[in-house]
């Protein structure tokens, strides 16, 4: 499985930005998608995450800012940024866990996109 973002880039704060991410390869299905972030020092966090139901949840610091969505159809992900503040300054990854064609596995494995950078100027 790959997954592919975009989106990423520069904004004053207050900007927005909207964050991509499409999972492609052999795949039978995908669970839960996420969006992490992970800035210079700092471990990687999450960020928001989304059922393949629809249910989400947000990290507390971005709650009312950011809207995770996701399209079945076209196994993507989004990352709506509004209000966006410096300390959102960070690379961002996006992470499926998905049911791959063949897989040996009873459950879902986490993949991994290769991170796009988002950077906030005050």
């Known amino acids: 499985v790959q997954l592919q973002a975009s989106g990423g880039g520069s904004v004053q704060a207050g900007g927005s930005l909207r964050l991509s991410c499409t999972a492609s390869?052999?795949?039978?299905?995908?669970?839960?998608l996420g969006w992490y972030r992970q800035a210079p020092g700092k471990q990687r966090q999450l960020v928001a995450a989304?059922?393949?139901?629809?249910?989400?949840n947000y990290a507390d610091s971005v709650k009312g800012r950011f809207t995770i969505s996701r399209d079945n159809a076209k196994n993507t992900v989004y990352l709506q940024m509004n209000s966006l503040k410096p300390e959102d300054t960070a690379v961002y990854y996006c992470k499926a866990a998905a049911f791959t064609v063949g897989s040996i596995y009873p459950g879902p494995l986490d993949y991994w996109g290769q991170g796009t950078q988002v950077t906030v100027s005050s």
């Open positions: 390869g052999s795949i039978v299905s995908i669970n839960a």
């Open positions: 989304i059922t393949r139901g629809g249910s989400t």
